[in-house]
């Protein structure tokens, strides 16, 4: 059984960082394309980063130079740190692993999307 949980959420003031981290189990970490999306109430699922397995990385125009994916297979640990972090950036985020149909943000709840497997989310809420 797949297993995503992330971690590493919480509350800070604007210009703050956070890492957050997801946790994978029960699939071959080494091999899969992960991604990081964020979801904020009445908003889209929103695509921010993309790490493939051959170390292909992605960005979203938006967190470009603020943002930074990273993996640690040996760990089976996906990870995000997030700097100068603004109140727009406030939002549940969720580590995602690719099962078919690639990345990209979609209309919808994120975890109702069924081309890919889930963590739980993690808060992030960033104050001004």
């Known amino acids: 059984e797949v297993q995503l949980v992330e971690s590493g959420g919480g509350s800070v003031q604007a210009g703050g960082s956070l890492r957050l981290s997801c946790t994978a189990a029960?699939?071959?970490?080494?091999?899969?394309?992960m991604g990081w999306y964020r979801q904020a109430p009445g908003n889209e699922c929103e695509l921010i980063s993309v790490?493939?397995?051959?170390?292909?990385?992605y960005y979203a125009d938006f967190v470009k130079g603020q943002f930074t994916v990273s993996r640690d297979n040996a760990k089976n640990t996906l990870y995000l740190q997030m700097n100068s972090l603004k109140p727009p950036d406030t939002a549940v985020y969720y580590c995602?692993?690719?099962?078919?149909?690639?990345?990209?943000?979609?209309?919808?709840?994120?975890?109702?999307?069924?081309?890919?497997?889930w963590g739980q989310g993690t808060q992030v809420t960033v104050s001004s």
């Open positions: 790490i493939r397995n051959y170390g292909y990385i």
């Open positions: 995602a692993k690719e099962l078919r149909g690639g990345f990209a943000s979609f209309r919808g709840t994120c975890t109702a999307n069924r081309s890919k497997y």
């Open positions: 029960g699939f071959s970490f080494d091999d899969a394309d």
